[in-house]
């Protein structure tokens, strides 16, 4: 399945519809939807947030493929240079007083998926994240 | 995903913010909007309640804490309660059961901020 949205938070809800097609159509565990959703909003409120150096409209293109109980999510977007992979983890002993508001968004992601890959190419942005060992039609 | 509803009620010295929905990036600014009104009211004594909540993204997760730091700062705090086991898991993930108070059921925090 895919889906193109456009650089507007109010596309999140776009996407979670999406997701939840998706999860209905493969019949995917209520947790794992809900895994998925929130790494995708993670990844494309980066992107709109922090990801353009102009204000103008940009397109992000979004694909879930199931096959063989192994599950992709391919994010791409036409933003600038950014390697996820590269983001350092973020510190969680930090007190309250010293705590970042922002930053935590990349390290959900990792905890969500099997693995990720990156790479630039076109001046976009591509991101694949993998989930292995799917169990379709479980509740 | 059900929309937010934001629900604010004051017992006694303390206020209680209900939340029953999603909330993510798109419309946590709107939980925002609710903590800096009760922070501009001196009202630093909060309660937020998660019983009915299904889905929070890691900014949401942000403006508790940016809610809880100037709270704190000013003799109250932010104690969340009611939190459903996929709720708690993103707020273990990203280590906030660390530096927030949480409890199961909103007596709890009530009392936790009547004794101290």
Redesign the interface.
């Known amino acids: 399945m895919e889906l193109v949205i456009q650089n507007d938070?109010?596309e999140?809800?776009t996407l979670?519809r999406f997701v939840?097609q998706f999860a209905e159509q493969h019949k995917l565990p209520p947790?794992l939807s809900?895994q998925i959703?929130?790494a995708l909003?993670?990844l494309v409120?980066n992107i709109i947030?922090y990801g353009y150096s102009d204000a103008g409209p940009h397109k992000i293109r979004l694909v879930l493929h199931m096959a063989d109980g192994r599950l992709t999510a391919e994010v791409e977007d036409d933003g600038c240079a950014f390697n996820p992979l590269e983001a350092p983890p973020?510190d969680?002993?930090v007190?309250?007083?010293d705590?970042p508001?922002?930053g935590?968004?990349i390290?959900?992601v990792k905890?969500m998926f099997d693995s990720m890959d990156y790479r630039r190419e076109n001046d976009k942005n591509w991101l694949i994240l993998t989930k292995n060992h799917v169990n379709v039609g479980a509740t | 995903m059900r929309e937010c509803i934001i629900k604010k009620e004051e017992a006694d010295e303390l206020d209680i913010v209900r939340l029953d929905g999603a909330l993510d990036s798109y419309s946590f600014p709107r939980l925002e909007t609710t903590l800096n009104g009760l922070r501009d009211s001196q009202r630093n004594r909060v309660i937020l309640d998660c019983g009915g909540l299904d889905y929070i993204s890691s900014a949401a997760l942000g403006a508790l804490i940016g809610f809880a730091r100037r709270a704190r700062e000013n003799g109250g705090d932010l104690k969340l309660v009611r939190l459903s086991p996929k709720i708690y898991n993103i707020v273990e993930l990203l280590g906030f059961h660390k530096i927030l108070e949480i409890h199961s059921e909103l007596d709890e925090a009530a009392a936790k901020f009547r004794n101290g």
Do not use: C
Request: charge should be negative.
């Open positions: 938070l109010r999140i809800e979670t939840e947790k809900f959703n929130l909003e993670e409120t947030s973020p969680l002993d007190p309250l007083e705590r508001v922002g935590l968004g390290h959900l905890n």
